[in-house]
């Protein structure tokens, strides 16, 4: 499978760089266009694929046409590259660019729509996708390989759900972040040095997440099994709630997916 892609910023990168580690494809499969110089060499050095400024150039021949560009650059971007050929298939990880925009755009049918998250750059990321209807069973398997290659990936067949994932799992890796950040601050604000706070904190979120994983159970069966009559963890957890810790977080997401919906 040939693969192009039009930018290659850091998504453009994290791609290049999960195809070749998982063996999707190899680097003269790979052609990218970006219009960085900077960036066409680091990526021909680093990864040996064909980095070039002409984006007509590096779609030619490809099975796979990757957009990832940012939103502004798009219009520009569908502009030079004009129609592809019947049998190439798009796929955009635009953020709020349209199936319909981007038909409309580019005069071509078949387009496929995603959003990866940021750890797809070491191939642990969430991917929300889908696609026109035009696109058949063996190209959305052949896309659905190149996704494969970031971490996991759901397939919603209403185009609607792309922007709440956006919201979600787009935007998710930010709040756990600042999640990390402000428990790691509680942690020193109680007494702990940064470092050991640090630690603490990051083996606690990944031990709680593999410890769901494996258990199959409803988040709060794990955390009453942890949650002693009278226990510290009661006193931490009603603070919490004081604070309105969870409809926060639900006017935080639906904030974003407003913002989502009106890019
Ligand atoms: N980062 C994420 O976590 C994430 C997650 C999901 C989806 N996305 C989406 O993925 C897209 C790319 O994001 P990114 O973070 O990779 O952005 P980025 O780092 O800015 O990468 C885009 C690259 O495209 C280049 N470019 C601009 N115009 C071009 C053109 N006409 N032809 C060829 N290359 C061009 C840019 O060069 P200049 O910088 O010189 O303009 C840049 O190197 C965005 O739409 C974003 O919403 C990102």
Not at 154 to 161: F, L, N, R, S, T
Request: glycine share 10%; proline share 5%.
């Amino acid at each position: 499978m040939k693969i192009a892609f039009v930018g290659g910023g850091t998504m453009g990168e994290a791609m290049v760089s999960c195809l070749l580690a998982k063996g999707v494809a190899e680097p003269p499969d790979i052609a990218v266009s970006d219009v960085d110089k900077t960036r066409r060499e680091l990526l021909s050095g680093q990864y040996g694929v064909t980095a070039v400024a002409d984006s007509r150039e590096a779609i030619g021949g490809a099975d796979v046409i990757v957009l990832a560009v940012k939103p502004q650059d798009l219009s520009r971007v569908m502009e030079e590259i004009g129609s592809p050929s019947p049998r190439q298939i798009v796929l955009s990880i635009v953020v709020g660019a349209s199936l319909s925009t981007l038909h409309r755009g580019l005069g071509h049918p078949l387009i496929i729509r995603a959003m990866p998250n940021m750890p797809a750059r070491i191939g642990e990321g969430m991917t929300a996708w889908t696609a026109s209807p035009e696109v058949s069973e063996d190209q959305r398997k052949m896309v659905g390989d190149v996704l494969g290659a970031l971490g996991e990936k759901v397939y919603v067949a209403d185009e609607k759900y792309i922007d709440m994932a956006t919201a979600l799992s787009g935007s998710g890796p930010a709040y756990v972040f600042l999640f990390i950040e402000a428990l790691t601050d509680a942690g020193v604000h109680i007494g702990l040095p940064r470092d050991v706070a640090e630690r603490l904190v990051i083996q606690t979120i990944l031990g709680s997440v593999h410890t769901m994983e494996k258990a199959g159970k409803h988040p709060a069966e794990l955390r009453n099994m942890i949650t002693s009559p009278g226990g510290t963890t009661a006193e931490a957890l009603l603070e919490l709630e004081k604070g309105g810790f969870r409809s926060l977080l639900v006017t935080a997401v639906a904030a974003a997916y407003e913002k989502a919906k009106n890019l």
